[in-house]
């Protein structure tokens, strides 16, 4: 069963349970109901903006005309779907009403869906746990420019490591930007992990080192690497980031286990084109995809897949601790073309 057709089988239980309260239904059980909600809230305000759009434009715009694709086009490309996944997107539709496939407004809606979701599906894989170190130390190296949100998730990961009974240590690696290693101490003792800084200017690659040695010393589950994200001096943070890996891969073979970046999913393009200057400069295991609660715009996820490659792990949904969560590609699906679907 492909995800649009699960998904479409979760929105029908629903229907169903609204008018049989008492029926037990196997499709909604087959997703967790707590998750399901979780993605549906978190995703509330990109859903419908693009939900309304949509259906003004369908209200306006013929399927048989060019000015309708014109219009689906610029709708997709201000969602932040990306042009590459727009262009297919608008292929595929114009395919559709040309085979007569698309006749009525119901007919449009339900091709432009299916046709993004299975798009969705095929470039952004089930979350892949993130590689744990089983004979000791986990590293994580995190990687982003100012102002992200990647302090905030790092303490965000770390009270969750810390709340499932890891042991966790950060490293303050963004020794350039003033304030970073005060912020990234005040998380840690908010969450109840040790800091290990030095003074701001210092060599980040010194503190990542030291950060090793204590971490291994006292046996912990995680460290968790800060790091500095001037992307205007790509050159300077090359030679940074490659020092630290090779400090990194010294003292553990195989480590960083991951490499996540952070970026804002309020920036939108900006935010995708982020991804493509730090995938020049290191090798990217990950995404951790902030603040989509807080953005009109859902198409970034569908635009990193389709022209990145590179798997979204987590995915902020609120402001609060618990409000990182693991991504999951149907619940986060489900979440933001719910409103489309029936």
Known sequence: MSLFDRIKSVFIADEDKKKDPE????????LDTEKLATYEEGLEKPRKTFTRRFKEMMATFRYEDEEFFEELEDLLIESDVGFEATMEISDIMRHEARVENIRTIEDAERVLVKTMIDMYERTNPDYVEFNKNED??????????????????I???AHQLISEGNSVMLAAGDTFRAGAIEQLQVWGGRVGAEV????????????????????QAEKMDYLLVDTAGRLQNKKNL??????????????????????LLVLDATTGQNALNQAK?????????G?????????????????????MNIPVKFVGLGEGMEDL????????AYGLFKDLIS
Do not use: C, W
Not at 198 to 213: C, I, K, N
Not at 325 to 332: A, K, Y
């Open 287 to 307: 995404i951790a995809l902030t603040k989509m609660d807080g953005t009109a715009k859902g198409g970034i996820v569908l635009a990193i897949g389709k022209e």
């Open 238 to 259: 090359m030679e940074e980031l490659s020092k630290m890996n090779r400090v990194i891969e010294r003292e553990i073979p195989g480590a960083p286990h991951e490499t």
């Open 23 to 30: 029926k037990q239904i196997e499709a909604k059980e087959q």
């Open 155 to 157: 303490a965000k990961l």
């Open 277 to 285: 200057q730090f995938q020049e400069i290191t090798n990217l295991t």
């Open 325 to 332: 969560h693991v991504f999951d590609s149907e619940e986060f």
């Open 196 to 215: 290990i800084s030095t003074e701001q200017g210092g060599d980040p690659s010194a503190v990542v080192y030291d950060a090793l040695e204590k971490a």
């Open 136 to 153: 000791g130390l986990t590293v994580l190296l995190f990687i982003g420019v100012n102002g992200v949100g990647k302090t905030t998730t």
